[in-house]
């Protein structure tokens, strides 16, 4: 489901945003806000997949809100359209300069708000499977050996600093080139499959799974000691 969030002083461009675009189906959810403390506000308690932003709001400039909502980590790429009155080259500039996504001047063209929303929702789209594919094991869909040591990375430093616990487990599928010897390697990646999938319903809810290489796996046991780890194993 996406949803968008409007951030808007005119009562009638946000209705008429919101009216169009769920008639159109473009988005499930519309959220309005008509101020820049009000969108941040809801921001933050929506997290939306896309924003539409007047760069003249009541109470403070939408640059300043575009700033700031880039300066957050969880919104650093979510798509951010500037809405306008202005159509010079160098507020065009300065909006891009500081982290738009795209710029539309106002009165707007139905079809063309539509096409931009369309556009922003499918890169964003795109950007979250490339990075989903770039911390994820192809073959299994856990976690990969690299992502994993950055996960481990910061909760080693994590138990140093507060003198946590912190457990660890290498596990391995026994004769595994047997079964590919004997089976083909096609019945071999559905073993490491099946076993992906048990090794993920048999930790707690805060535990890292990751492929470690081959037939390998590695599991990050956050606040268990040695006791603990034991018993997951």
């Known amino acids: 489901m996406s949803s968008l969030l409007i951030i808007e002083g005119s009562d009638a461009i946000r209705h008429m945003v919101h009216n169009q675009l ?5 988005v499930e959810e519309v959220h309005e806000a008509e101020s820049g403390k009000e969108g941040l506000q809801q921001l933050t308690r929506i997290e939306p997949d896309i924003i539409m932003l007047c760069l003249l709001l009541p109470d403070t400039e939408g640059l300043t809100i575009l700033r700031t909502i880039r300066a957050i980590p969880t919104f650093r ?6 809405l306008t009155g202005k159509s010079d080259v160098a507020t065009k500039v300065r909006a891009l300069e500081n982290g738009a996504s795209d710029y539309l001047v106002k009165p707007v063209d139905n079809a063309e708000l539509i096409a931009r929303i369309k556009v922003q929702l499918k890169v964003k789209h795109l950007q979250e499977e490339l990075k989903r594919s770039s911390i994820t094991d192809y073959l299994t869909g856990l976690y990969n050996r690299r992502h994993f040591m950055g996960i481990f990375k910061k909760e080693y430093k994590r138990s140093n600093r507060y ?4 457990g660890v487990l290498m596990l391995d599928i026994d004769h595994f080139k047997s079964i590919n010897d004997t089976w083909g390697h096609e019945i071999g990646d559905e073993t490491l499959r099946v076993v992906s999938r048990s090794l993920q319903q048999g930790v707690r809810g805060h535990d890292v799974v990751a492929r470690y290489g081959g037939e390998e796996f590695i599991v990050l046991l956050p606040m268990a000691n040695a006791r603990d780890s034991m018993a997951v194993a």
């Open 22 to 26: 769920i008639d159109a189906g473009v």
């Open 77 to 82: 790429d979510t798509p951010v359209i500037i």
């Open 163 to 166: 003198r946590q616990p912190l």
